[in-house]
């Protein structure tokens, strides 16, 4: 082994001096890293809708004896999509050159079916094809479904209201009609000073029972609103540009390129350099020290990477994830994988390696089993760079 | 007379082409073999393949036992980016030298290598020759091959290079060299072989 690590020593020497290539070296992971954090933004960011408003909302509509005020409710329901006011042309034409993704139109008489209650008022979407309108129905599910909870509230409370009258009495007004009711509460003090007689008490009885069961009313409709309720926990995690898919995706594309370029590009530039041939070692000694450029670069880069991911992680207080522990085990595959070189680089190998590496709980099986592989990989590669540098080195 | 280097029907093909046919040479102690012929005759060829840095299509090349070979191709072969006791040192390491550093500054010195920081990619074109031939005198090898090693270099360059041939001839070797200049085969060859479309004449 001493030829190859004088060869080796020999190529990170002149790696050195090469500042373009060593900046290409540096720079090309900072690149990989704006690119994930562009894609990660490009994630996060909210598609703009248009939103036709035929119906001419009004700022809030009565409903019951509630008033449900529309803007705020759609600020509120619009959290996932950025909604844009525009006419029907207009949004048209945007939705056909892709400056909004899609259209909810409200349609004349929405208002109306929303303070009659007697049939549910329609939203139309339209979407262009694209790759995203999956994503863009489900996000104007999700803002529908926000819009049914505000208006179930609002509709809720109205409810809740005549249950209320029916409990304690009062004046209400129903179909724009005004009425005056008893209530069970006055009913059952306006009985109580009767003689208790046994048609009394029995009617007492039917008026406690009627308020116990009024009572659990409000719980029981907001229960038959939600059959199931989802409840949002605080964020905890890591966000998604520091998942460890990323960063396994960073690390082996940064380590898989940086290899393949490194040890191609240093083996030719030895034919360049017209030395094969006349260098006191044999092919496989020279293409043994490649093998080694590539793990030693990937290695000191890819743990550099993991470090700053590390470090980032630590100062922006990103919870969840052993940024440092796993740096050890992150090493190691990047030696493996930095070996295993070329244009058949074990993608699939690397990357469950580094997943596995960096959060699997229990990730001793499955780093077993891909460290086989890549060694195993590395050995085939090695012995077809060999046969391929002699066709066309020598 | 001792033979060091033998060629037994060796040939070369580039493709279709045939750069060499089957020759047979013997290379014997003592001896400087000129190889002469016109652009694109073989000599090239035939000088790489008995340095082994071509490998032959067919026949084999016979060295006697111990015999080292020292190989100076045409276009010089170093690492641009080391500076020339960088490239020396590295090839002396690579064939085992005993003392890398005091044998390249004998080489560096022998040659009229300037001991700098530059790399050798900057150096002028005799420059690079002289590294050349002192890589290919690293080890003191048994038989020297050069392929036009006096292209490049000015007068007093050529004659120290013939002079370390010498050395190398007089300690029991054989030096083989191509050449395109006019006296050398006369002044410096023991025998001179011409070469013609790959045939020797």
């Given at each position: 082994?001493?030829?190859?690590?004088?060869?080796?020593r020999?190529?990170?020497?002149?790696?050195?001096?090469?500042?373009?290539?060593?900046?290409?070296?540096?720079?090309?992971?900072?690149v990989?890293?704006?690119?994930?954090?562009?894609?990660?933004?490009?994630?996060?960011?909210?598609?703009?809708v248009?939103?036709?408003?035929?119906?001419?909302?009004?700022?809030s509509?009565q409903?019951?004896?509630?008033?449900?005020?529309?803007?705020?409710?759609?600020?509120?329901?619009?959290?996932?999509?950025?909604?844009?006011?525009?006419?029907?042309?207009?949004?048209?034409?945007?939705?056909?050159?892709?400056?909004?993704?899609?259209?909810?139109?409200?349609?004349?008489?929405?208002?109306?079916?929303?303070?009659?209650?007697?049939?549910?008022?329609?939203?139309?979407?339209?979407?262009?094809?694209?790759?995203?309108?999956?994503?863009?129905?489900?996000?104007?599910?999700?803002?529908?479904?926000?819009?049914?909870?505000e208006?179930?509230?609002?509709?809720?409370g109205?409810?809740?209201?005549?249950?209320?009258?029916?409990?304690?009495?009062?004046?209400g007004?129903?179909?724009?009609?005004?009425?005056?009711?008893?209530?069970?509460?006055?009913?059952?003090?306006?009985?109580?000073?009767?003689?208790?007689?046994?048609?009394?008490?029995?009617?007492?009885?039917?008026?406690?029972?009627?308020?116990?069961?009024?009572?659990?009313?409000?719980?029981?409709?907001?229960?038959?609103?939600?059959?199931?309720?989802l409840?949002?926990?605080?964020?905890?995690?890591?966000?998604?540009?520091?998942?460890?898919?990323?960063?396994?995706?960073?690390?082996?594309?940064?380590?898989?390129?940086?290899?393949?370029?490194l040890?191609?590009?240093?083996?030719?530039?030895?034919?360049?350099?017209?030395?094969?041939?006349r260098?006191?070692?044999?092919?496989?000694?020279?293409?043994?020290?490649?093998?080694?450029?590539?793990?030693?670069?990937?290695?000191?880069?890819?743990?550099?990477m993991?470090?700053?991911?590390?470090?980032?992680?630590?100062?922006?207080?990103?919870?969840?994830?052993?940024?440092?522990?796993?740096?050890?085990?992150?090493?190691?595959?990047?030696?493996?994988?930095?070996?295993?070189?070329?244009?058949?680089?074990?993608?699939?190998?690397?990357?469950?390696?580094?997943?596995?590496?960096?959060?699997?709980?229990?990730?001793?099986?499955?780093l077993?089993?891909?460290?086989?592989?890549?060694?195993?990989?590395?050995?085939?590669?090695?012995?077809?760079?060999?046969?391929?540098?002699?066709?066309?080195?020598? | 007379?001792?033979?060091?280097?033998?060629?037994?029907?060796?040939?070369?093909r580039?493709?279709?082409?045939?750069?060499?046919?089957?020759?047979d040479?013997?290379v014997?102690?003592?001896?400087?073999?000129?190889?002469?012929?016109?652009?694109?005759?073989?000599?090239?060829?035939?000088?790489?393949?008995?340095?082994?840095?071509?490998?032959?299509?067919?026949?084999?090349?016979?060295?006697?036992?111990?015999?080292?070979?020292?190989?100076?191709?045409q276009?010089?072969?170093?690492?641009?980016?080391?500076?020339?006791?960088?490239?020396?040192?590295?090839?002396?390491?690579?064939?085992?030298?005993?003392?890398?550093e005091?044998?390249?500054?004998?080489?560096?010195?022998?040659?009229?290598?300037?001991?700098?920081a530059?790399?050798?990619?900057?150096l002028?074109?005799?420059?690079?020759?002289?590294?050349?031939?002192?890589?290919?005198?690293?080890?003191?090898?048994?038989?020297?091959?050069?392929?036009?090693?006096?292209?490049?270099?000015d007068?007093?360059?050529?004659e120290?290079?013939?002079?370390?041939?010498a050395?190398?001839?007089?300690?029991?070797?054989?030096?083989?060299?191509?050449?395109?200049?006019?006296?050398?085969?006369?002044?410096?060859?023991?025998r001179?072989?011409?070469?013609?479309?790959g045939?020797?004449?």
């Amino acid at each position: 082994m001493r030829r190859p690590a004088l060869l080796l020593r020999k190529d990170l020497r002149i790696l050195r001096r090469s500042p373009l290539l060593l900046a290409a070296a540096v720079g090309y992971p900072l690149v990989v890293a704006v690119l994930v954090a562009l894609v990660g933004a490009y994630a996060g960011t909210k598609p703009r809708v248009a939103l036709v408003d035929e119906a001419g909302l009004p700022p809030s509509v009565q409903i019951g004896n509630r008033v449900f005020r529309i803007k705020p409710a759609l600020d509120r329901a619009g959290r996932e999509v950025h909604i844009v006011r525009l006419t029907n042309r207009e949004a048209r034409h945007q939705l056909d050159t892709g400056r909004v993704i899609a259209i909810v139109r409200i349609p004349h008489g929405f208002v109306s079916d929303l303070r009659a209650m007697v049939r549910s008022p329609r939203l139309e979407l339209e979407t262009s094809p694209s790759p995203f309108s999956g994503r863009i129905v489900r996000e104007v599910q999700a803002f529908v479904y926000a819009l049914n909870q505000e208006l179930q509230g609002a509709y809720i409370g109205s409810n809740l209201e005549y249950v209320n009258l029916l409990q304690h009495g009062g004046k209400g007004t129903f179909l724009g009609r005004e009425f005056d009711v008893l209530g069970l509460g006055r009913t059952d003090r306006l009985l109580a000073t009767e003689p208790q007689t046994p048609t009394v008490i029995k009617v007492r009885r039917f008026v406690r029972a009627a308020r116990l069961a009024l009572a659990q009313t409000g719980d029981a409709l907001r229960a038959t609103a939600n059959p199931v309720a989802l409840v949002r926990v605080p964020e905890h995690g890591r966000t998604w540009a520091f998942s460890a898919q990323v960063q396994a995706y960073a690390l082996t594309l940064t380590v898989g390129l940086l290899a393949l370029l490194l040890a191609a590009g240093s083996l030719a530039a030895e034919r360049d350099e017209n030395v094969i041939g006349r260098l006191p070692s044999s092919l496989g000694e020279l293409l043994t020290a490649k093998v080694a450029l590539g793990a030693v670069v990937a290695a000191v880069l890819g743990t550099a990477m993991a470090l700053a991911f590390g470090v980032v992680v630590e100062t922006a207080g990103v919870r969840g994830g052993e940024p440092w522990s796993r740096v050890p085990l992150v090493a190691i595959g990047l030696v493996l994988a930095g070996a295993s070189l070329g244009a058949l680089f074990p993608v699939e190998h690397a990357l469950r390696f580094f997943s596995a590496a960096l959060y699997d709980v229990s990730p001793w099986r499955t780093l077993a089993v891909e460290a086989v592989w890549l060694v195993a990989i590395t050995a085939a590669l090695s012995g077809l760079a060999r046969l391929a540098a002699r066709r066309l080195l020598v | 007379m001792t033979v060091l280097l033998a060629a037994r029907g060796l040939t070369r093909r580039f493709g279709d082409h045939i750069a060499l046919h089957p020759t047979d040479l013997d290379v014997t102690a003592g001896e400087a073999v000129a190889l002469v012929g016109p652009n694109g005759a073989g000599k090239s060829t035939l000088l790489a393949v008995l340095a082994g840095s071509l490998p032959p299509s067919g026949g084999r090349v016979e060295r006697a036992p111990g015999t080292s070979v020292g190989w100076a191709p045409q276009r010089a072969g170093h690492y641009g980016r080391l500076t020339p006791r960088e490239n020396v040192e590295l090839f002396a390491r690579l064939a085992g030298e005993p003392e890398p550093e005091a044998r390249a500054t004998a080489l560096l010195d022998a040659l009229g290598l300037r001991d700098d920081a530059r790399p050798s990619g900057v150096l002028s074109v005799g420059q690079r020759q002289r590294l050349n031939l002192a890589l290919a005198l690293l080890g003191d090898p048994d038989v020297l091959l050069a392929d036009e090693p006096t292209a490049a270099l000015d007068e007093q360059a050529r004659e120290r290079f013939w002079e370390l041939a010498a050395e190398r001839r007089a300690a029991g070797g054989a030096v083989v060299f191509a050449t395109q200049a006019g006296d050398e085969p006369a002044r410096r060859a023991t025998r001179v072989l011409a070469l013609e479309e790959g045939r020797l004449a």
